[in-house]
């Protein structure tokens, strides 16, 4: 592993100085192409207007169309946290602007992803007149035209890349579509259907709808957007931090969905302090649950309710099956970790594993853990129904996942069943019995496309601090900030001496450092091997709170290996 230092304009850096910025905030910022204090204004008039996403305002106009005529309404979500946000969002607004809808979302296990023929039929059963897909939709071909000759009308709503036929909807919404110049490619799904919802309030208002009456206050909706937006890990562009700024806003405030408010209880969390962290790793992950064990139902409808003891009886079986999933992950990972150790002594390009134990819902999380293990791209599969395999990939940065996967399916027709996803995740299913030439595939297509510089663990880091700077209150502004995908969390770098290493909680190390005379207490969590007198780290400073006192502590992320 090589530590690396990000590069940055200094005029930036002295710029946010001169703005008022603490100097590691400026550096932090200028190090992320944060050029002035008012790339940071998180206000909402600095949001991309609708009518610049293509399709947005005949989206409305179609929707406005339905809602006057009475038309029945049905959003098709998918089953992951982003999908269930913004199906809770599609289901509020639309509702508060008088619309007759309802939702159906796919079991994974039975269904598969998408607007499939299949699920066009269940659908067809509640007789909808539209049917409106939330982050999917875009490779959904042959679901539109079985739509088409139902008589059912479809509107897309969707962040994937398209592949090469779009479905023939009546309307697409997507921001990565041929042709759409939206500055924000980075929308999640959510994002998508949020601002369709804002242009439906506008066609609303010019059409008169609330002369007598109150507008919907789609603000309102922006801890739905905010947790949809993290949980799917998509780049924080300023359009993105916006919209995440403005939902932790809500949360910290008090106004969160109940469902919400349910969630970070049961998971021990205050809504007053709630943090970038607790969308991506304290409520994404328990939402997620539901699509990867059961079903996505019971996570939308926490986010739907308005009773606040059906909000809670919703995220505490949500927190049980979170603790399920960990149990299975848990397991699973130690079946692959032989696997894993056979690859690492070796490694080729990209592996792909598989057990037929092996939980459908977890293989995505699995293939994460043993992506950052081997750091290569991973994909795992576990056993579908009819002889079929479903896999779930990561990648790691510099290649494109998704575009490897395309490349598999020319050179070898008929291997891959379906595929879909982004640069650094996506999914596929195989027949069972074409594992073997898939891995083969796969390997050699990473093999010619794979840069090799990429095959080096390389950890950016954001520098140095002074002991001086090694502070509480350095901490605490650090975690009020917002940070994530494409804009990551502050990571420095130093030289320390070891003075103690003991273990805590069977599996972390609590460090006492010292660097330039001065004494630190550190952790490393999830790892005891013993390290030398003196290395050189990768760490963050966290703010540790033991019995309503804090204090500054460094948490070791990376240690240099020669």
Not at 64 to 80: H, M, N, P, S, W
Not at 197 to 223: C, F, V
Request: proline content about 5%; glycine content about 8%; aromatic content about 6%.
């Amino acid at each position: 592993m090589h530590l690396v230092e990000r590069k940055f304009e200094e005029a930036d850096r002295r710029a946010l100085v001169a703005a008022g910025l603490h100097p590691v905030l400026a550096r932090v910022y200028a190090a992320r192409r944060i050029r002035s204090a008012a790339e940071l204004d998180d206000d909402f008039r600095w949001l991309l207007p609708p009518a610049s996403l293509t399709h947005c305002e005949r989206a409305a106009g179609l929707l406005a169309d339905a809602i006057a005529a009475g038309k029945k309404l049905l959003i098709v979500a998918d089953y992951d946290a982003d999908g269930a946000t913004a199906c809770a969002v599609g289901v509020r607004a639309l509702r508060q602007m008088g619309a007759n809808v309802e939702y159906l979302v796919p079991n994974r296990f039975e269904l598969g992803y998408g607007l499939t023929p299949e699920l066009v039929d269940i659908a067809a059963q509640r007789r909808p007149d539209l049917i409106i897909t939330v982050d999917n939709g875009i490779a959904s071909v042959e679901g539109v035209e079985r739509a088409r000759a139902l008589g059912i009308a479809t509107l897309i709503t969707d962040h994937h890349l398209p592949g090469a036929e779009l479905p023939r909807a009546e309307c697409i919404v997507n921001p990565n579509q041929p042709g759409c110049d939206f500055a924000s490619k980075a929308l999640a799904g959510v994002g998508v259907m949020f601002y369709v919802m804002l242009a439906l309030r506008a066609e609303l208002r010019k059409r008169g709808a609330y002369q007598a009456a109150a507008e919907p206050n789609l603000a309102a909706l922006t801890d739905l957007v905010a947790l949809g937006t993290v949980a799917d890990v998509v780049p924080l562009d300023a359009n993105n931090r916006i919209l995440v700024a403005q939902g932790l806003k809500r949360l910290r405030a008090g106004q969160a969905q109940p469902g919400l408010e349910a969630l970070l209880r049961a998971a021990g969390r205050s809504s007053a302090k709630a943090t970038a962290f607790d969308l991506g790793f304290v409520l994404g992950p328990r939402l997620n649950a539901a699509g990867r064990l059961a079903d996505m139902s019971l996570g939308i409808e926490c986010l739907v309710t308005d009773d606040a003891a059906r909000a809670a009886n919703c995220a505490m079986e949500l927190d049980r099956l979170n603790r399920e999933r960990r149990r299975i992950e848990a397991e699973m990972l130690e079946q692959a970790r032989a696997a894993a150790a056979a690859v690492a002594e070796a490694p080729g390009a990209a592996a792909a594993f598989f057990d037929p134990s092996w939980h459908q819902g977890v293989v995505g999380i699995l293939a994460s853990r043993l992506r950052e293990r081997l750091h290569r791209p991973v994909i795992c599969f576990a056993r579908a129904n009819n002889g079929e395999l479903r896999g779930s990939g990561r990648s790691i940065p510099g290649f494109h996942l998704r575009d490897c996967l395309d490349l598999v399916a020319k050179r070898a027709p008929g291997l891959i069943l379906r595929f879909g996803g982004h640069a650094q995740a996506a999914g596929l299913t195989l027949r069972e019995a074409e594992l073997e030439r898939f891995r083969e595939a796969f390997s050699a297509v990473a093999e010619e496309t794979m840069p090799r510089e990429a095959l080096t663990r390389t950890v950016e880091t954001d520098g140095a601090l002074e002991p001086a700077q090694l502070s509480l209150s350095l901490a605490q502004a650090l975690e009020e900030r917002l940070w994530g995908q494409g804009f990551p969390q502050p990571l420095f770098c130093d030289t320390f001496a070891l003075e103690s290493q003991r273990v805590v909680g069977e599996k972390h190390s609590k460090l006492k450092l010292v660097k330039d005379g001065r004494r630190l207490e550190a952790m490393r969590f999830n790892s005891l091997d013993p390290l030398p007198a003196r290395f050189r780290a990768a760490y963050r400073l966290s703010v540790n709170d033991y019995n309503g006192l804090q204090s500054v502590q460094i948490n070791v992320e990376h240690v240099e290996t020669p």
